[in-house]
């Protein structure tokens, strides 16, 4: 019935603890030659959580919708964990009927993790456009110490802009060692008009690009 927000952090920490616990109780699950189950226990524990912040109507900064992003994104990374993604519409909605949250203290990180699943939900869905201003807007906002997960934006967001025709600038693309590299001959070919330096280089990184999930996009680079 406590509709503040002072028992947010507690419940940031036991749902996180609750996912990574779920995690290696599926893989010993796994390893035993049963179902993995926990992790999706998991997933409808942390709903009770995440239906709590997007039904609180507190119109102060005092409000557990301060929440909402942070358990939107908890979630979203169980049902990718899952391949589940299509349960992400519910989360999705929830957000929605949340109302907005540009009026709340949400902390950056929180709008900065919710915009990257949904930028790469977009791109999932090819809706491109959608999902470079989402990938965007996180890359912007992303701290410049946290290497791994602008690493993960731009994982995309490369590909998304190479394919309308905007080339990294080579400064910050230098910063990115592995898509550097995989990317560098893509560029040169694009910027020659070479089909046939292009085509050979898909060829060769084609189980790369397919573990990134970005094999389709690349393909339709020209």
């Known amino acids: 019935s406590d509709n503040t927000a002072w028992s947010l952090p507690v419940l940031y920490v036991i749902y996180r603890d609750l996912r990574a616990f779920a995690t290696r109780a599926d893989e010993t ?22 239906g709590l912040c997007c039904s609180d109507r507190t119109s102060t900064g005092d409000t ?11 979630l979203f990374k169980i049902y990718f964990k899952l391949k589940s993604t299509a349960l992400c519409k519910n989360v999705i909605r929830g ?28 791109f999932l869905q090819e809706d491109y456009e959608k999902a ?29 802009r190479l394919l309308k025709g905007k080339r990294p600038i080579p400064a910050l693309l230098n910063q990115f060692t592995q898509l550097s590299d995989l990317y560098q001959t893509f560029i040169a070919a694009v910027r020659l008009g070479n089909v046939e330096l ?10 790369q690009l397919m573990k ?3 094999y389709l996009i690349v393909e339709h680079i020209d």
Not at 64 to 74: E, I, N, P, Q, R
Not at 95 to 100: K, T
Not at 145 to 152: E, G, S, T
């Open 29 to 50: 699950l796994l390893l035993k030659g049963e179902k993995a189950v926990k992790l999706a226990e998991a997933a409808r524990l942390i709903q009770v959580g995440f």
């Open 64 to 74: 557990k919708k301060l929440g909402v992003l942070y358990m939107a994104s908890l």
């Open 95 to 122: 957000v929605d009927n949340a109302g907005l949250l540009d009026g709340f203290q949400v902390p950056v990180a929180h709008r900065v993790t919710y915009r990257y699943y949904m930028g790469v939900l977009s």
């Open 132 to 160: 470079e201003d989402h990938l965007s807007f996180a890359f912007n906002n992303c701290h410049r110490n946290k290497r791994r997960n602008r690493d993960l934006i731009m994982n995309y967001l490369v590909p998304l």
């Open 198 to 207: 292009f085509d050979s280089h898909l060829i060769q990184v084609e189980k």
């Open 212 to 214: 990134r999930g970005t």
